[in-house]
């Protein structure tokens, strides 16, 4: 069975925000843009270039988002992604705000004055907010049916409105699977789940829980919003320039192979990819 692939080669503005006690609703944030987030990038510039604008109905079936008719038409199966270059983390502060209006009618100041602070009513509470912004990688989706490149080319942002992308590159390939047994050492350079293989030193890399969907009733189900935002969440190694992973297998999987620009893309998939 031959999957399509497609490989975006982008430049990331990527960050998220950080908050700082006592301010409220702390806010998940994730190191790279998880495969949903890829996902919901291209579904949106997919919706844009179709004119597909038409309202949703979480009643309706499967179609209650953009997205999950994006991934109905071309049959998205996975998605992983490659760093190019080092995660480059920069913190800054870019918001203050108050803990309550300041022109608050006088009953209000009499009512909280009894047990809070002067200081706690009114005193600027720093937003941090952390960000990547050369932060160069390559996403890569595998689906049934090959995605026009012209998808790729119009995405203008990933994930929330301070992401912006720049796209420099789309290529478009067939690969086949391999299956792979237990226990054997494999050379990966893209992000892939934990729980299928071990990283062996010397490796570099690191390890984050992100959602992460292998099988088409779960990319609709998150898109449905019918499910807990935890629900789908794995752990991915996501190896790290230059050094890469090494890692042995724990189960039976498959390796999927593509050569972009003169190197060759090495990532490992769940066997509910291939075979479901």
């Known amino acids: 069975m031959k999957l399509h692939i497609t490989a975006i080669t982008a430049k990331v503005h990527w960050g998220f925000s950080i908050r700082t006690f006592p301010a409220s609703g702390s806010q ?5 843009p998880p495969p949903t987030t890829i996902t919901g990038a291209l579904a949106c510039a997919y919706a ?26 071309f049959g998205i199966k996975y998605a992983t992604m490659h760093l190019i270059e080092p995660i480059q983390e920069h913190t800054l502060q870019t918001i203050r705000y108050f803990t309550m209006p300041v022109q608050a009618p006088k009953t209000d100041i009499e009512k909280v004055s009894g047990h809070m602070k002067v200081s706690e009513m009114f005193a600027p509470i720093q937003v941090g907010y952390v960000v990547c912004p050369t932060l160069t990688m390559i996403f890569i989706i595998l689906s049934d049916k090959p995605i026009p490149k012209s998808i790729g080319w119009s995405i203008s942002r990933i994930g929330s ?9 789309v290529h478009q390939k067939e690969a086949q699977p391999v ?9 990966i350079n893209t992000g892939y789940i934990a729980s299928l293989a071990e990283p062996q030193p010397p490796a570099r890399y690191i390890i984050e829980r992100i959602p992460i969907p292998i099988i088409k009733d779960e990319w609709l189900q998150w898109y449905s919003f019918k499910l807990h935002p935890t629900t789908l969440e794995r752990n991915m190694v996501i190896p790290l320039p230059e050094e890469y992973v090494s890692a042995r297998t724990k189960e039976q999987c498959y390796r999927v192979s593509i050569w972009i620009e003169n190197e060759q893309l090495t990532t490992i998939i769940p066997k509910e990819v291939v075979e479901s």
């Open 161 to 169: 409105k301070e992401s912006i992308i720049s796209v420099h590159t």
């Open 179 to 187: 299956k792979i047994p237990t226990d054997e050492t494999l050379y």
């Open 48 to 73: 844009s270039i179709t004119n597909v604008n038409r309202e949703y109905s979480t009643l309706e079936q499967p179609y209650t988002t953009y997205t999950a008719e994006f991934i109905e038409e």
């Open 28 to 32: 998940r944030s994730f190191t790279i």
